[in-house]
């Protein structure tokens, strides 16, 4: 079974493009080839750095008001910790990185007018381009995704849409399974929480070069989904 967990930075917009947040929309797709291990070093991981976190926590998102650890957020890590988390993370060969870069300023106006619709549409065309590629084998497929980014009144339609499109239509994948969860309860969105940070600062800011150039080298990341780019191609 492919199992994934996803997050995603930035915001879906047409508004403001002369701002660098508002440029890009980034979606991280995280596949652990072992979830235990994975969730072992994500344990290990918040013990060795908790106070560092707390330090941190200036917005007070990581941590309950009891004291106690709530869950990593990219956007309150400083730069130092990141860089921490992609040395802690990228070894082993425990998982994979799938990205999908949207861009606002090149995506026609009507993309953005249904928003869950065009999340949907870009999830698609990243597992077709990446099935057909041999870049994720035919399986079953199970989705993990942040209920945040979701309305309760679209919550059915991604993994509907899925199974009609790569399953009954073009029969490239198997089945599709997806579950919206609470992030503070699921560890390993939290890592596609962070990680799509960190690419979101790559493409607004040139930050992590580095990081990321090494984490292709080394395979980490699999394949970088550009819209409208990739989908010409």
Request: proline share 1%; with cysteine.
């Amino acid at each position: 079974m492919n199992v994934y967990y996803v997050d995603e930075s930035g915001s879906m917009t047409k508004k403001n493009l002369n701002y660098k947040s508002n440029q890009y929309f980034i979606i991280c797709m995280v596949i652990p080839s072992d979830n235990k291990k994975l969730k072992r070093v994500y344990n290990r991981f918040i013990s060795s750095n908790i106070n560092e976190l707390r330090k941190e926590d200036l917005h007070h998102c990581m941590f309950y008001p009891n004291g106690k650890f709530k869950e990593l957020k990219g956007a309150f890590l400083s730069l130092d910790m990141k860089k921490k988390f992609i040395n802690y993370f990228c070894r082993n060969n425990l998982l994979s990185l799938y990205y999908i870069c949207s861009s606002n300023k090149l995506v026609e106006n009507y993309f953005y007018m249904n928003k869950a619709r065009a999340f949907n549409y870009l999830i698609k065309l990243t597992i077709e381009y990446n099935t057909l590629n041999n870049n994720i084998r035919k399986d079953m497929n199970h989705f993990y995704i942040d209920e945040r980014n979701v309305k309760t009144a679209t919550i059915a339609t991604l993994g509907e849409y899925l199974n009609i499109e790569l399953v009954t239509a073009s029969h490239i994948q198997k089945t599709f399974i997806v579950e919206y969860c609470q992030s503070e309860s699921k560890e390993l969105i939290q890592v596609a929480d962070v990680f799509s940070n960190i690419y979101f600062s790559y493409v607004k800011n040139d930050r992590f070069n580095n990081e990321i150039n090494l984490m292709r080298d080394q395979m980490y990341i699999k394949n970088e989904f550009y819209f409208p780019f990739s989908y010409w191609q």
